[in-house]
C-alpha cells in the first residue's frame, strides 16, 4: 500500500506519507490545466457574444464552464479529503494502520455529498465569467440587456456617450487600456494606476480610497481587484469602429 515503508510492523511510526504527499503535488498541478481550461472557453464565449453569434454556441460554452466548476470542485474535494485522511492517522496513530484508500473514498463522498449549485458561486473564475457575459452584453447593448435594465428606446447616442464616458479611468482622466473592476464597489480603473495608487497609500501606511467620486468605498486592497474582459473587449470595439469611420 503507498504510505507504508517496506518495514511493515504495523505500527503507525513506520508509515511514510512522502509518496502520498508527493502525488498530492502533482495531483495540484492539473489545477492549472482547469484554469487553463476556463480561461479559454471564457475567451470563446465572450468572441460569441461580441460577434453576436447565435446563443446555442454561447450556451455550449455555458455547459463548458459548468464542467469545468464540477471538475475542479471534484479535485478540491480529492485533495481534501487525501490530506484529512493523512492528518487523521498522523493525530490518532491507531494502533493497526488503517486501509487508507477506503478512509479517503469515506471523507470524499462525504464532502460530495454536500454538493449544491451554490457551491459555483465559490469558484472565482466562474463567477467572473458570469460577470463578464453579464457586462459585454450590456456594453454591446443587446436587446435582452437593455430590455432587463429598462433602456430599450433610449436614444442610441446617449448610450454610447455613457459607455464612452466609462472607458475614462478616474485617476489618469484617459481612456483605458487594461482596466480592472473593484469587486467591491463595481468602478473600473487603468490597472497600472490604481495599483500603483493602492501601493503608494500603503507604503505610506494609509488606507487606499476608490478614486471615484462619491464612492465610499475607503479601505482598497489589490485583492479587491479583478480584470474586466468585457470592458476592455467594449473599449477596443468602440476604437475599432472609429478608426473605420475615419478611413
Do not use: W
Not at 62 to 88: C, G, P, T, W
Not at 210 to 233: F, N, V, W, Y
Amino acid at each position: 500500500m503507498p504510505g507504508r515503508s517496506s518495514s511493515n510492523s504495523g505500527s503507525t511510526g513506520f508509515i511514510s506519507f512522502s509518496g502520498v504527499e508527493s502525488a498530492l503535488s502533482s495531483l495540484k498541478n492539473f489545477q492549472a490545466c482547469i484554469n487553463s481550461g476556463m480561461d479559454t472557453a471564457s475567451s470563446v464565449a465572450l468572441d460569441l457574444v461580441q460577434t453576436q453569434t447565435e446563443v446555442s454556441s454561447e450556451y455550449s460554452m455555458d455547459k463548458a464552464m459548468i464542467e469545468f466548476a464540477i471538475m475542479d470542485r471534484q479535485l478540491n474535494h480529492y485533495v481534501k479529503a487525501v490530506q484529512s485522511a493523512i492528518n487523521h492517522v498522523k493525530e490518532e496513530r491507531p494502533e493497526k494502520i488503517p486501509d487508507l484508500k477506503l478512509l479517503v473514498e469515506k471523507k470524499f463522498l462525504a464532502l460530495q455529498n454536500k454538493n449544491s449549485d451554490a457551491d459555483f458561486q465559490n469558484n472565482e473564475k466562474f463567477v467572473q465569467f458570469k460577470q463578464h457575459l453579464k457586462d459585454l452584453k450590456k456594453q454591446c447593448g443587446l436587446q435582452a440587456d437593455r430590455e432587463a435594465d429598462g433602456t430599450e428606446g433610449v436614444d442610441e447616442d446617449m448610450i454610447v456617450t455613457q459607455s464612452q464616458t466609462n472607458f475614462i479611468c478616474p485617476i489618469t482622466q484617459l481612456e483605458m487600456k487594461k482596466p480592472v473592476k473593484n469587486k467591491v464597489c463595481g468602478h473600473t480603473y487603468e490597472e497600472e494606476a490604481i495599483v500603483r495608487m493602492i501601493e503608494s497609500k500603503h507604503k505610506r501606511k494609509k488606507k487606499a480610497c476608490c478614486p471615484k467620486i462619491g464612492c465610499s468605498h475607503t479601505d482598497m486592497k489589490r485583492s479587491d481587484l479583478m480584470q474586466d474582459e468585457a470592458l476592455r473587449r467594449a473599449i477596443e470595439s468602440h476604437n475599432k469602429k472609429k478608426h473605420r469611420q475615419f478611413e
